[in-house]
T-cell receptor, first 116, second 112 residues
Framework: GAGVSQTPSNKVTEKGKYVELRCDPISGHTALYWYRQSLGQGPEFLIYFQGTGAADDSGLPNDRFFAVRPEGSVSTLKIQRTERGDSAVYLC??????????????FGPGTRLTVL | AQSVTQLGSHVSVSEGALVLLRCNYSSSVPPYLFWYVQYPNKGLQLLLKYTSAATLVKGINGFEAEFKKSETSFHLTKPSAHMSDAAEYFCAVIQGAQKLVFGQGTRLTINP
């Protein structure tokens, strides 16, 4: 079946602009996660959704970052007033349900964001 | 809080040689540990995971890892490297039931 998809694959924007990154999880997966991977680093957790609600947003770096999942499927990560330090690969993952570590998180290919 | 440390940001081996990628964990509770692989311009793919069922875990592509509580380690091994194994490898630990905490990654290069 289809895996996690993310669009766009690449996004170049200017400092101060607003961007939206989209994640389409595996069908039937109730849990969705966003991670950010800076160059030469491992991914860092941003936010996790269970259904439509953000169950844990402790990884969002500041209030310029916001994410939604209005119908419990597709999610959008929104970044306002982008800064050069926001440049990274944004990864999305989904899992069947979050309550057991036996449920694998499946990752999408990521969106590479470059802020000029 | 749980964390993992990967020893060696770059590892280079010859084709056919043993692959050993090191990961040590820090956890106040029994950890659940994972190894992921990332090929260039591809998403992270799960290689294997330790969930306390067995200390020796076999994964995909001939990889395996052994959980050693006495050494707080979860090193990844493969008996014979193949050119297609060249990639970035990440060790991770689950925090709570949802959050993966990743190491810095180890880039594996295979020499012909």
């Amino acid at each position: 079946g289809a895996g996690v998809s993310q669009t766009p694959s690449n996004k170049v924007t200017e400092k101060g602009k607003y961007v939206e990154l989209r994640c389409d999880p595996i069908s039937g997966h109730t849990a969705l996660y966003w991670y950010r991977q800076s160059l030469g680093q491992g991914p860092e957790f941003l936010i996790y959704f269970q259904g439509t609600g953000a169950a844990d947003d402790s990884g969002l770096p500041n209030d310029r970052f916001f994410a939604v999942r209005p119908e419990g499927s597709v999610s959008t990560l929104k970044i306002q007033r982008t800064e050069r330090g926001d440049s990274a690969v944004y990864l999305c993952a989904s899992s069947l349900r979050p309550t057991s570590v036996r449920n694998t998180q499946y990752f999408g290919p990521g969106t590479r964001l470059t802020v000029l | 809080a749980q964390s993992v440390t990967q020893l060696g940001s770059h590892v280079s081996v010859s084709e056919g040689a043993l692959v050993l990628l090191r990961c040590n964990y820090s956890s106040s509770v029994p950890p659940y540990l994972f190894w992921y692989v990332q090929y260039p311009n591809k998403g992270l793919q799960l290689l294997l995971k330790y969930t306390s069922a067995a200390t020796l875990v076999k994964g995909i592509n001939g990889f395996e890892a052994e959980f050693k509580k006495s050494e707080t380690s979860f090193h990844l091994t493969k008996p014979s490297a193949h050119m297609s194994d060249a990639a970035e490898y990440f060790c991770a630990v689950i925090q709570g039931a949802q959050k993966l905490v990743f190491g810095q990654g180890t880039r594996l290069t295979i020499n012909p």
